[in-house]
Nanobody, 117 residues
Framework: VQLVESGGDSVHAGGSLKLSCATT????????VGWFHQAPGKEREGVAA????????YYLNSVEGRFTISHDNAKNTLYLQMNSLKPEDTAMYYC????????????WGQGTQVTVS
């Protein structure tokens, strides 16, 4: 199982980015997949998640209304549309999958850097 993020970049405040997470060896089932971020000196925290079965979503309070999580089952790809970016969004962003529906994220990508100035 491999998760590979892409789409990170350096942007100005107010800009937008769309992160992608391509998966191989894993097909979205009815379990959760999500995005996390980790800024230097801070702990990793969940940004957004989606239940690929019923489509229910979760967002960190600070990104609600600005970020949108989605997935394409045919492409086995997870997305994070990030709008109205703020300097505090600067972090390494990781995608993760709860492959066995155990409420534990057990497969992780290597991360993609988002820098907002």
């Amino acid at each position: 199982v491999q998760l590979v993020e892409s789409g990170g970049d350096s942007v100005h405040a107010g800009g937008s980015l769309k992160l992608s997470c391509a998966t191989t060896g894993y097909h979205f089932s009815s379990c959760d997949v999500g995005w996390f971020h980790q800024a230097p000196g801070k702990e990793r925290e969940g940004v957004a998640a989606i239940d690929t079965g019923d489509g229910s979503t979760y967002y960190l309070n600070s990104v609600e209304g600005r970020f949108t999580i989605s997935h394409d089952n045919a492409k086995n790809t997870l997305y994070l549309q990030m709008n109205s970016l703020k300097p505090e969004d600067t972090a390494m962003y990781y995608c993760a999958a709860d492959r066995f529906c155990t409420d534990t994220y057990n497969s992780w990508g290597q991360g993609t850097q988002v820098t907002v100035s």
